[in-house]
């Protein structure tokens, strides 16, 4: 089979992961092709571990004719060239999916990516279970919601609503009981908040809490979902954020996979 193609958009340590599974022969199927990112000597840093083309510009991404681009960039990194990089038929694979939830730029994404007949992938990340969270809202209506552990101060100067709930997205503190946080102003859980919405029939169908846990280190995410004929448990634990790039990997192996799991 004719391997694909892949460029990495952004090339710090997640993508690296990435480009070491390709480098390594996990992603097999797979040539890396470019990379692209904010630092010019970083770009060539990775270009020459990966032996590809170092970018400077999104047009020189796409001229490499990728089919997928992986992207472990940034939020501003998605909405500067998200729509660029589908309408030029490449498939893309989002970790910063927090600009998602501006719902008007992610039915432009959606659209542009029908129009070319490309794919939005969107990775677990650092939350599990999606799989089943999908296969339970198609089987009946379920209630689902999702439960981020988060370090205080993390979250130092947030700002606070004196409500208790707006539409689907609300959040608690221990020491403040619950109130919605302006969850665009910090990517942590936004980045979760997406792919498991969407799972979940799509974006805001699913509760969002924050639990503030003084001096938390590393991420818990859980998924919780309850319908007529089925509950729903699912909580990964991580010491890190490595377990993202390794849900984009596994995403990328899926793909192109003759047996998809």
Same mark, same amino acid.
């Given at each position: ?12 340590? =997640?993508?690296?992961? @990435?480009?070491?599974?390709?480098? $390594?022969?996990? +992603?097999?199927?797979?040539? +890396? ?31 490499l004719e990728p089919d997928f681009v992986a992207e472990a960039a940034s939020n501003q990194a998605v909405l500067d060239y998200g729509e660029k990089i589908v309408k030029s038929g490449v498939s893309i694979v989002l970790l $910063? ?8 730029? *992610?039915?432009? +994404?959606? /659209? ?5 007949? @490309? ?6 990340? +650092? @939350?599990?279970?999606?799989? =089943? ?21 993390? *979250? ?33 859980? /936004? ?20 639990? *503030?846990?003084?001096? *938390? ?7 919780q979902a309850k319908g007529p004929e089925v509950e729903i448990e699912v909580e990964v634990v991580s010491e890190n954020h490595k377990f993202a790039a390794w849900s984009v990997v596994q995403t990328l192996q899926n793909a192109?996979?003759? @047996?998809?799991?």
């Amino acid at each position: 089979m004719e391997k694909k193609k892949l460029a990495l958009l952004g090339c710090g340590y =997640l993508n690296q992961i @990435v480009g070491d599974a390709v480098k $390594s022969g996990i +992603l097999q199927g797979y040539d +890396l092709v470019g990379v692209m990112g904010r630092n010019p000597e970083k770009v060539k840093e990775v270009s020459e571990k990966y032996n590809c083309k170092p970018c400077t510009t999104i047009e020189e991404l796409i001229a490499l004719e990728p089919d997928f681009v992986a992207e472990a960039a940034s939020n501003q990194a998605v909405l500067d060239y998200g729509e660029k990089i589908v309408k030029s038929g490449v498939s893309i694979v989002l970790l $910063s999916t927090s600009t998602l939830l501006d719902s008007d730029f *992610f039915e432009r +994404l959606e /659209n542009a990516a029908a129009e070319k007949g @490309v794919n939005i992938y969107l990775p677990g990340g +650092l @939350v599990g279970g999606l799989d =089943l969270l999908h296969t339970a809202s198609i089987m009946n209506p379920i209630e689902a919601s999702l439960t981020s552990k988060k370090s205080e101060d993390r *979250f130092s100067g947030f700002i606070y609503i004196d409500e208790n709930e707006t539409g689907n997205m609300k959040s608690k503190t221990a020491s403040e009981g619950q109130s919605k946080v302006h969850m665009d102003q910090h990517p942590e859980p /936004n980045h979760a908040i997406i792919p498991t919405s969407y799972a979940n029939n799509g974006p805001n169908h699913v509760d969002v809490h924050v639990d *503030f846990v003084a001096d *938390f280190k590393g991420y818990d995410h859980k998924i919780q979902a309850k319908g007529p004929e089925v509950e729903i448990e699912v909580e990964v634990v991580s010491e890190n954020h490595k377990f993202a790039a390794w849900s984009v990997v596994q995403t990328l192996q899926n793909a192109i996979a003759t @047996v998809v799991i």
